[in-house]
C-alpha cells in the first residue's frame, strides 16, 4: 500500500481541477484518473463507490463527495475505543518508540481527565532513559498531577506495580503508565512491555506514533500489535507538515481507533480525533485559499475585520480575530452554506441544522464576552499555563470547559492556518494588495 502519498496525490488531483477555470472533460478526466490510481493503490474499492457522474458542473462536488467518504471509512475503524468509568481505578498503559511523544502525551491525556473530573495519576516506569522520570515529574507538577518513580529501582515492571498499587490504594480513577522507549523496535524493549502489561493488567494499551514518520506507521503499528495488543491510537505532532498518510496506515494495519491527535509541545495540545476534520485537513479542503478568500468576502466593510485580515497576512490569529470571524460568519445568513468553506466549522456544525449551528456559534460569542481583553488578544497560550481560567469562562459564559476547550483548539487550528499564511510571501503580497 502506497498510503503515505494518497492524500497528497489526491490533494493535489482535486487542487489542480479546482484551481483551474476551465474546467472542461479533458482536465476532469485527467484528474479522475489520478485520484481513481490513488485510491486503488491504497487498496480501495474505486469502482464499487463512485456513482454514475450528474453534469459537469456538479462532477467536482461529487469527486471531492466520494474521495472524502472514502477516506473517512478508511480513517474509522468502526471499533469503539475505551471509555474509563469513574469510582474504580482505571489503568492507562502507553507504549511506543522513543521519542514518539509517550511522556509528553501522558501529561496531556492526565490533563484531559483531570478537567473532566477524574481523579488522575501518573506512573512513571521509564527506568531506561536517563531523565525519564525528571521529564514526566517536571510535566506532572506543572500539571498539578500525583506521580509515582524510582530514581534507584531498575526493573520497570516493579516500578509500574508498585505506582498502581499506590494510586489504586488511593482510590485514583484513571492511573496512567508511561513505558521507556527505544530508538527501533528491539526484543528488549517489547520483553519488558509484556512485563509491565503483566505486572499492571491494565484496562487500557496506548500506542503511541509519531504523525511524521509517514509509511514507517504501518510496519511499527503492526510490530506493536503483535506483542502489546493495544486497543487505541494516539498520533503525535500533527501540527508537522507531513502527518497524515502515516496515521491511514496505522490504522489500515491494525484495526484501531485513533482516539487522540497531538498538535503541538504544549499540554493543552491535544485534541480529539474526528474522522471527518482529520480526511478534511488531509485533503486541504479547508486550505489556506480558501481561508484567505473567506475572511476576504467577510471582512469587506469593517474595519476590526480589515484588521483581522491584515492579523493574517502578518501570521498572527489572536483569538479576537477569531471572535470576529465567527461574528461576522452569523452575519452572513444560512450555515449549511457557509461550513464547508472554513476549516472546522463544518466540523462544529456537523450534523446540527441551521438553527442548532446558529446557537453553538452564539454560544461561542458568550464564550469570547466572557474572557478579558488580554485574554482575547493573545494567542491562546495563556490557557494552557492556566487552565483554572477556562473553568472560570464556561462558568461566566454559562457553557461547559468542554465547550470552552473546542473554542480554544478550533482557534489554534486557525491560527496554525494563518501562520502558514504569513510564511507565504506570495500570499501575503497578494493579501496586503487586497486591504
Ligand atoms: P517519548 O520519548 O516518547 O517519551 O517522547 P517525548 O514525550 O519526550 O517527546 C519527544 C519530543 O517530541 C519532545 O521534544 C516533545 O516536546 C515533542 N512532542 C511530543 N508531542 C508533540 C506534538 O504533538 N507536537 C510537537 N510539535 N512536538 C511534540
Redesign the pocket.
Known sequence: MVLQDLGRRINSAVNDLTRSNNLDEKAFDDMLKEICAALLSADVNVLSTSPPLPAAVNKKRLIQKTVFDELVALVDPHAQPFRPKKGRPNVIMFV??????????CTKLARHYQTRGFKTALVCADTF?AG?FD?LKQNATKAKIPYYGSLTQTDPAIVAAEGVAKFKKERFDIIIV?TS?RHRQEEELFTEMTQIQTAVTPDQTIL?LDGTIGQAAESQSAAFKATADFGAIII?????HAAGGGAISAVAATHTPIIFL????HMM?LERFEPRAFVQKLLGMGDVASLVEHVQAITKDSSSAKETYKHIAEGIYTIRDFRENITSIMKMGPLSKLSGMIPGLSNLTQGLDDEDGSMKLRRMIYIFDSMTAAELDSDGKTFVDQPSRMVRIAHGSGTTVREVEDLLSQHRMMAGMAKRVGGQKKQMQRAQNML
Do not use: I, M, N, Y
Open positions: 511506543g518508540l522513543q521519542g514518539a511523544g509517550k511522556t509528553t502525551t532513559r525519564a521529564q508511561d522507549g503511541v503525535t505532532k500533527t501540527d508537522g497531538g498538535t503541538g509541545e495540545d
